[in-house]
């Protein structure tokens, strides 16, 4: 089986910054992209940031020019780093995967995981 798991949330001031990580590990013969997701209370999960095994990069309007996405393909683990971070980016970050998993017998190709989820909250 494949795990992610997240680090690095907490409370920040606004304006602040944090950085998240999420490594994932188990029987993983490839990743396809990694990606950060978010969701607030009351509010339906939304795309962060999303990295491609090729580099290439994707970000929701409201975190361009904020947040960076980036990846350690040798260590399966990809990174959000969050700079001047307001209020309304108050939410539970998920990490997210598409990959190929390794079984005994087959790969299984077009897989999907999440991670349980990382809490940042940006208050005064």
């Known amino acids: 089986q494949v795990q992610l798991v997240e680090s690095g949330g907490g409370l920040v001031q606004p304006g602040g910054s944090l950085r998240l990580s999420c490594t994932a590990s188990g029987s993983i013969f490839s990743i396809d992209a990694m990606g950060w997701y978010r969701q607030a209370p009351g509010k339906q999960r939304e795309l962060v940031a999303t990295?491609?095994?090729?580099?290439?990069?994707n970000y929701a309007v409201s975190v361009k020019g904020r947040f960076t996405i980036s990846r350690d393909a040798a260590k399966n683990t990809v990174y959000l780093q969050m700079n001047s971070l307001k209020p309304e980016d108050t939410a539970v970050y998920y990490c997210?995967?598409?990959?190929?998993?390794?079984?005994?017998?087959?790969?299984?190709?077009?897989?999907?995981?999440w991670g349980k989820g990382t809490l940042v909250t940006v208050s005064s």
């Open positions: 997210n995967a598409d990959l190929a998993i390794e079984t005994p017998y087959v790969i299984n190709y077009g897989m999907e995981r």
């Open positions: 990295i491609a095994s090729g580099g290439s990069t």
